[in-house]
């Protein structure tokens, strides 16, 4: 019995004394596992195509998912999306929530869309892209071409540019 007495007063003992110790210690196990972009080098800027029903841009030439919105690329790989301010990064991982709904719901077959509008020098739309989109410019384009009554995959084969005019910086 004098033993369970002692037992019980050192088991109580060690429970209070815990109890009136700070929890300093701390136990945790963190896993971290980088898949990398393979890397993008494009020799110069590359000419970019708008995307139908949006004001996302993309590189016809560029052969991986590559688009340009709102002054910024996006780039999916294995379930991520990457961003850069430069269409040769430096990239960085953006998390789902912050990719724009647009891009994400650019159809899987946009690269056989036909384009509706020529090829744009990288510049220009890096440029203009906020006017264009203020002004609505691809809508009121679309438009404008419909009333005139051009299709847009003959006038596009033939090389025909109606419409667009260039703009310098704005």
Partial sequence: ???SVTALG????ILALGLSLPATVGAGVSVNVTIPL???VLPA???????PGSYVYYP???GVDIFFYHG???RPY???WYIAHDYNGPWRTVGPGRVPRVILGVPHDYRRIPPRYARMPY??????WRTWERDRRWDHEQHARVERGEHQGRDHERGEDHGYERHGRE
Wanted: charged share 15%; net charge positive; proline share 19%.
């Fill in 78 to 80: 294995r379930g991520g």
């Fill in 60 to 62: 016809p030439e560029v």
């Fill in 1 to 3: 019995m004098k033993k």
């Fill in 10 to 13: 050192t088991v109580v003992f």
């Fill in 45 to 51: 800027p590359p000419p970019l195509v708008v995307i």
């Fill in 72 to 74: 910024n690329w996006y």
């Fill in 38 to 40: 393979p890397p993008l």
């Fill in 123 to 128: 510049g220009e739309v890096q440029h203009n």
